[in-house]
């Protein structure tokens, strides 16, 4: 997922674009604001973090010509804590206001929930954005049905437990389907070729169970 990040600091800009790599974002930077409008009106961005105070324009005229624009998610950092700086910001249409100093995993966390991320390890690769029904391996959407998304949703949100296969198909198909746990044999070789055999482990006897595998 892509992000553009505007900070005018140079120190504070490295360091966050770090955090938001290793985590597995591609991070566009921008050093004032209006390198900020310039990034923004080039490229397509799922979330905008933004400085408040930087040169040229503010993080809070970008935001609102961001805003204009099109939809898009934007975190404001800033050194500005008072309760009416903030009610500032999100009157202007800043979907989050993050006060600076923060912890890096806060930024994560606020990042991850605006980009609908579900995943409480960011540094993994697999993600799931559930209310696009996607799922990034390496930050790279796979393709998948709808069908093999809400197995693998099911099986992710089930982590380390053993489900039968008539657990799988009564989750994932209803109580009135007409499949047979053949099924969802077949569908687990299909999610294992598309993400790899790590993820999905065989429990003999009983039918499958879903890890993060460990580094």
Request: hydrophobic share 45%; charged share 30%.
């Amino acid at each position: 997922m892509r992000i553009l990040l505007c900070e005018d600091e140079d120190k504070m800009r490295e360091l966050l674009r770090k955090f938001f790599e290793k985590a597995g974002y591609f991070i566009t930077e921008a050093r004032d604001g209006e390198e900020a409008l310039e990034a923004f009106y080039t490229e397509k961005f799922d979330l905008v973090v933004l400085d408040w105070m930087m040169s040229k324009f503010s993080g809070i005229e970008v935001a609102q010509q961001m805003k204009q624009e099109r939809a898009v998610k934007i975190l404001m950092l800033t050194a500005k804590n008072l309760p009416e700086d903030e009610v500032q910001a999100l009157v202007t249409g800043v979907d989050d206001y993050l006060a600076k100093p923060f912890h890096a995993t806060v930024l994560l966390a606020r990042a991850a929930k605006l980009l609908g991320v579900i995943q409480q390890d960011l540094s993994q690769p697999l993600l799931f954005i559930p209310n696009e029904q996607r799922v990034l391996l390496n930050s790279v959407a796979l393709s998948l049905t709808k069908r093999e998304y809400e197995m693998l949703y099911y099986l992710y949100q089930n982590q380390g437990l053993a489900l039968t296969r008539e657990q799988i198909l009564l989750s994932v198909w209803g109580a009135d389907h007409e499949n047979d746990e053949r099924t969802v044999d077949s569908f687990i070789r299909i999610l294992r070729d598309k993400i790899g055999k790590a993820y999905i482990q065989t429990v003999y006897g009983t039918g499958y169970r879903f890890e993060i595998p460990q580094k």
